[in-house]
Structure formats: C-alpha cells, structure tokens
C-alpha cells in the first residue's frame, strides 16, 4: 500500500507541475460560471419549473466543457512516460502493474475531484444571497455530485486506456474524445432520430448520460446508472491493465 | 548473483541477441563490451524485467527474472542508457519517491536518500529541479537512484555516457569503490575504464558472446599480436613494400606527412620483428628515430575479435 500512496501522491503532484492541469481549471471554472451566470440569469426573468441546480448540471455549457476536459486529463498519463522513457525505471522496480494502473487512474480521479469543488461555491453563495436554497434536498446536491463522479470515473478510465495504446499524446487525446463523444451522442440519439422504435428509445435512454444526470440532479437516485458505470469503470480499468502489461511484448 | 542460460531476443524475428551463457559471481565487477547494436542493452533489460526473452532464461539471486520478476527486481538497482528521470521533480524529491518505490523503510528513506546525495557528489544540487541539471548531474542522479535501496547487484548501461574526461574519471572512482560491496554489471564503450576497473569482462557482438575471460587473461592471448611502430626516413611506399616482406608482418599501416613516415606494423603472435626491421633499417639506411613495441590494449582485442566495420 504504500508503494501504491507514493506512486499515487507523484501522480496528482505531477499534474499541478504541468501547465495543462492550470489551463484545463482556468478553462473549466470560467465556463461552469459563465453557465452558472446565463441559468440564474435566465430564471430571473422567467418563472421555471427546474432549480437553479438541475439548470446548472442539464445544461448546454456543462455537457459542452464536461466531455472536452477529459481527453486533456488523460491524455499524458501513459502516453508521455512510454515517449520519455520514464517507464523504464518504472517497469524495473518491484512496483506490481496494477498498482501502478490504478495509481494513475486515482490520480487522475482525484484531479478531476479537485476541479469541481470549487463549483460547491456557486451554491453556497447563492444560498448566502438569496437565503434560497438552490436545490430541492440535499439528495439533489447528492445526486448529481454522485452522478458527476461516476461520469467522472468512467470517462477517465476510458482516457487511461487511450493513453495505453499509444507513444503520442495528441492520438491519445483524440481517440478518447471521439469515444467519449459517441458515447455520449448515444444518449442524445433518442431525441434526434423520430424513427426508432419506442424499445429501442428507451434501451438508448439506460445508457443516456444525460438522462441519468436529469434523473441524480433531481435527486431521484437510481441504482442501475450506479452499477452501468461502475461496472464499465472497472471493465476500461481491466483493458488497461492488459493493454499495460502487454507492452513487454509489444517493442 | 547473475546466471544467463541460452538467453536469446528476437525482435520481429531479427535475432538482437543469440543463446547468451555467462554468469557473474557475488563481489565481480563485469563488464560488457560491444560494439553499437551488438545486444548489451537488450541482455541488461531482460535483467532488469524490462522486458521478457524470446527464449532461455536469466536468473538473479536465484530468481527467474520472468518468472518471479518482483523478487528479481528486488535485488537490482538499475541505471538505464540515457537515464530517463521526471523533470518536474527535485533530486531529493524524486531519490525519496524511488525509495518509497524501492521499498526503503519509511524511517530509513531520509538517511538513505542523505548517504546517495554525498556518496553520488549531488550534495550542491539536492532541491533543483532534475530539468534544471546538466548531463553530469543526471546521470550522478541516475546512479543514486540505482543505489538508493542498497542493492546487491548493480545494473548500469552505460554510465559514462557523454560525460567530460573528469566526470567520468569520478564516475570510475565510485564504482570501483562501489566494487567492494556489490555486484556490479555495467555496459561501456570506453575500453581503459573496463581495463581499470573491471574483474571481468565479455565481448559481445552481434548478438553472441566472443570472449569471457579477465583483462589481463585476453590482452595475454594477443600480446604478441600488439605491433612495432618504426619510424624512419624513408618514403611511404618503398618503406611498405620492403617491411611487408619481413615473415611475421601481417600489416602495415603508414602515416606522416614530411620526410619521416611513421609505420605501424601487424605481426603475428609470437614473432618479434624488431631485430628484423632494424637489419632491414641499418642495410638500406634509413635513418630511424624510433623503434617500439606496442603494447596490446582492450581496444586491439576489441578490434580484433568483432573486426567492426565503418559504420
């Protein structure tokens, strides 16, 4: 285990030695409060039958930087040490290759973690100013912060097997961003095309990404997101781990 | 320590290295000459678990490198060529990371760390960024982090690489020094270094071993092979032709430029052709203003043995 915290502490520590970790927050934070500004703002002037955090997390502005910042999370993780050769003494110390997978996907995670805890702010400032809370429970809160970090940790485990597959960052980058956006667009198929049939619509909508979100942000939490997500994380993590352990023969 | 049995790699069915034998006893300072591209790179990654080989197998205190790769691992402190490190990191930083990796005890990483610092020279240096440090300092930061968790064999390929005559005098100091209490097997090219410090050495080229045997026992099996450097007052050619007929002269080489050529002559082992050229010398009147044996360095054996053509 401790092995395990060193490799993961390097990691996160990594991240904010980098100028892309900064760009991605500074990206991140101004676009979740230009959306933050355009929902309140937007309610002001007329009567709506959401919260100001349903808005919030449906939006167009979220989903838009939501699925944009994971490629750029993910896409050194593997990728750049395989180009440096730093997975040279990485690979030559009794390090086990799951330690050093999933170090690197708790690092990532924990990044990930830390650019939305700021987002808390919004709320409490708006509960200061309005003496309104800005959801209908707690359960709400719950449910989409629970529903981010899911989303989270599949997204970034699908970035973490990208990064495997390839010496370059760039390719990394792009192959987990178009996955990541088909993935999505999987979501949004039942609203685009009228002709699917109705048992087709809704086997889309159990994958939706944004129906699970419409659903958590109402705090209405429902197991089976829980399990698809969890379960797939833990599927792209195996992948990764193989794909990881296979490069001993890939020279 | 070391026992490699029929070791062979191929890459995409290129064979890099072919059923390899040696062994490195406890305590053996051995070095590994070859020329470019011959597979001493390729031999010290498969000791180190980098990577598996396509057939054969390597052992390291008892352990199979492949098959119980931790424990292998364990006992190896490993400089790899061009010592890949983590710019963003300070040295002290990054020694106490591969510590941690290495499995120092948390109450032992700081002395550890503090004993590599001064044993390497990184004593000036210890909070600069790694991305910060010149080539030297790198590669002395390599070298500590092989010997941070006091391993019992060392591993280094190439230490020496691009490093001025003084750093690379220090580097040789420690590790002759280091040669007291580990196993060190260590990659160069640079020939009087494995002269000075090795207790044996193997040539590789293309991939097999040519010869296994200590310094002194292989520059013996060619001492006699060494040469006689003449240098007289004659032309170059006329001067050739008439040395090339002395029996035992396989070569001459010659070089100058103004009235007095320089000849280094080949001979066979055994044969001292030295009261030969200077009869020949004295009958056609050269005048000489030098006449020695040369001695034979790793480097002829070198030569010899893998005849490395011009790259």
């Not at chain 1, 990764?240 to 352990?245: D, K």
Request: aromatic share 10%; glycine share 6%.
């Amino acid at each position: 285990m401790r092995k395990f915290y060193a490799l993961l502490s390097r990691e996160v520590r990594s991240y904010f030695h980098s100028p892309i970790a900064y760009i991605v927050l500074i990206f991140f934070l101004i676009i979740s409060g230009i959306d933050f500004y355009f929902q309140v703002s937007f309610m002001n002037q007329r009567q709506a039958q959401y919260t100001v955090q349903e808005a919030f997390f449906n939006s167009v502005f979220f989903w838009f930087a939501f699925v944009l910042i994971f490629p750029l999370i993910t896409m050194r993780l593997f990728a750049e040490e395989f180009k440096l050769g730093t997975i040279e003494p990485l690979t030559t110390v009794p390090v086990r290759d799951w330690q050093v997978v999933l170090a690197k996907f708790f690092g990532a995670l924990a990044f990930y973690v830390i650019l939305w805890i700021p987002t808390l702010l919004y709320f409490v400032i708006f509960l200061k100013v309005t003496n309104e809370p800005a959801a209908h429970s707690v359960g709400a809160y719950a449910g989409s912060y629970l529903m981010l970090l899911l989303l989270g940790m599949f997204y970034l485990s699908i970035g973490c097997l990208t990064s495997v597959l390839t010496r370059n960052q760039i390719i990394a980058a792009i192959i987990s961003f178009c996955a990541i956006t088909l993935l999505f667009f999987l979501g949004l198929v039942q609203f685009i095309l009228l002709d699917v049939s109705s048992e087709t619509r809704d086997l889309l909508g159990y994958f939706s990404a944004i129906e699970h979100m419409g659903t958590f942000s109402r705090g209405v939490i429902d197991t089976r997101p829980i399990v698809l997500y969890v379960s797939m994380t833990i599927v792209m993590l195996t992948l990764t781990h193989q794909a990881f352990q296979s490069r001993k023969w890939r020279l | 320590m070391i026992k490699v049995e029929n070791l062979t790699k191929r890459y995409a069915g290129q064979p890099a290295i072919r059923d390899l034998n040696f062994e490195v006893s406890r305590g053996e300072i051995m070095g590994f000459l070859g020329p470019n591209g011959a597979g001493k790179t390729t031999t010290m990654r498969i000791l180190a678990s980098f990577m598996p080989p396509t057939s054969g197998r390597a052992t390291i205190a008892g352990f199979d490198v492949f098959e119980q790769s931790l424990q292998a691992r364990a006992h190896l402190g490993y400089m790899p060529e061009n010592v890949p490190l983590y710019s963003d990191m300070r040295v002290t930083e990054y020694l106490r990371y591969r510590a941690a990796l290495k499995g120092v005890q948390h109450r032992r990483v700081t002395e550890r760390v503090g004993d590599v610092n001064e044993l390497c020279g990184l004593k000036g240096v210890e909070n600069k960024l790694i991305g910060a440090l010149s080539k030297g300092y790198r590669q002395r930061v390599g070298l500590a982090d092989a010997l941070v968790a006091e391993p019992d064999l060392l591993i280094l390929d190439e230490p020496t690489i691009g490093l001025d005559p003084n750093q690379i005098r220090q580097v040789r100091e420690l590790i002759k020094n280091l040669g007291e209490q580990h196993t060190i097997l260590l990659s160069t090219h640079i020939l009087p270094e494995v002269e000075m410090t090795c207790s044996r050495v193997i040539i590789i080229h293309k991939g097999r071993i040519e010869a296994c045997d200590t310094p002194e026992n292989l520059l013996g099996k060619i001492r006699q092979a060494g040469g006689v450097v003449l240098e007289a007052k004659v032309g170059k050619d006329i001067g050739a032709d008439e040395l090339k007929k002395i029996s035992g002269v396989r070569e001459v080489i010659t070089d100058g430029e103004d009235d007095w050529t320089r000849f280094s002559l080949r001979v066979e082992s055994g044969v001292d052709v030295r009261e030969e050229v200077f009869r020949l010398a004295t009958e056609r009147h050269w005048a000489v203003r030098e006449l020695t044996q040369r001695r034979a360095t790793l480097e002829d054996v070198f030569v010899e043995i893998t005849h490395s053509d011009a790259v």
